[in-house]
């Protein structure tokens, strides 16, 4: 439990503030600003991406957990990676049958699951950096492979925002906002040592 003095004022702040440090790590792993990042490495690397999304979505809309008033079909990302794969040069059987990751984080609680959904959703706010980055160094952009780091285009700040605001009307106390924290950085762990598993990371 948060004590009173240490209780965050709200649960963006408690997730910004929890995520941080594995949030900061994961990044210097990414590979996107590697002056030796080629076509080849950004292929694995949004297969690894599918291996993870692919499961964890399918856990987030399966499970009746998902938090009411926060629409998830607006929010999914797998389709768009699959075509951005097949833009890659993959056919669709082999998308079909790429590793998908085993480890996910724990979605017991709807707290969890905005916990989950924070980190997803603050991914694709990040990959408005690193589309302009991928179109710079490997010359891809949303017809070419590229589409999942603007997936959301023109909308990608007012779902942002919308999510945010989602975040901040809900009341949580003490016990959820711990889910939401442990679930969001538990995202973080098990992505990063996924993406390791795949041989994709710095």
């Known amino acids: 439990m948060f004590s009173s003095a240490a209780r965050p004022s709200s649960l963006i702040q408690a997730l910004r503030t929890e995520t941080a440090e594995l949030h900061v790590a994961l990044e210097k792993r990414l590979p996107f600003f590697s002056e030796r990042l080629d076509l080849e490495w950004y292929r694995r690397l949004m297969a690894a991406y599918h291996g993870f999304y692919k499961p964890l979505e399918q856990l987030l809309h399966v499970l009746a957990h998902t938090p009411t008033g926060l629409d998830q079909s607006l929010r999914i990302k797998l389709p768009v990676l699959r075509a951005d794969l097949m833009a890659l040069g993959l056919d669709e059987a082999t998308v079909d049958t790429l590793p998908t990751c085993e480890l996910l984080p724990q979605i017991n609680s709807p707290a969890a699951a905005l916990g989950v959904s924070y980190v997803l959703e603050g991914a694709t706010l990040g990959g408005q950096i690193l589309r302009r980055r991928v179109a710079e160094q490997l010359d891809l952009d949303a017809s070419s492979g590229a589409a999942f780091l603007n997936v959301y285009g023109d909308l990608t700040g007012r779902r942002w925002k919308d999510f945010l605001q989602y ?7 003490d016990s959820q906002m711990l889910e939401a924290t442990h679930a969001a950085k538990a995202t973080f ?8 598993s795949q041989e994709v990371l710095l």
């Open 189 to 196: 762990i098990c992505f990063e040592r996924w993406l390791d």
């Open 167 to 173: 975040l901040a009307d809900r009341n949580l106390g």
